[in-house]
């Protein structure tokens, strides 16, 4: 069974960085894609930042140049590292991890961790 583990939430006030990781556990024959996805209060699921297996990646449009994502060699493990936050990018944000296990493909998410922006 594929878990996604997150963590490096928390409060952080406006300007400052938090960084996020989520580590995949389980038998993966392949990775696609791995990347972060927010959902604020009343707002639906948006894309923050993935990183796809051959090496690119693509960005939020209001998170370009602030955020980035990178991940392990071992692509076992996503950070995202996000600087300059706003008060808008408080939600919760989600790991999810898109690849091949058990000969199917498959679409995986993380349990969420709390990002607030605040002072």
């Known amino acids: 069974q594929v878990q996604l583990a997150e963590s490096g939430g928390g409060l952080v006030q406006p300007g400052g960085s938090l960084t996020l990781s989520c580590a995949a556990s389980g038998s993966i024959s392949r990775f696609n894609a791995m990347g972060w996805y927010r959902q604020a209060e009343k707002k639906e699921r948006e894309l923050v930042a993935v990183?796809?297996?051959?090496?690119?990646?693509r960005y939020g449009d209001s998170v370009k140049g602030r955020f980035t994502i990178s991940r392990d060699s071992g692509w076992n493990t996503v950070y995202l590292q996000m600087n300059n936050l706003k008060p808008e990018d408080t939600a919760v944000y989600y790991c999810?991890?898109?690849?091949?296990?058990?000969?199917?493909?498959?679409?995986?998410w993380g349990q969420g961790s709390q990002v607030t922006v605040s002072s």
């Open positions: 999810n991890l898109r690849g091949l296990w058990l000969g199917e493909e498959h679409d995986t």
């Open positions: 990183v796809f297996s051959g090496g690119q990646s």
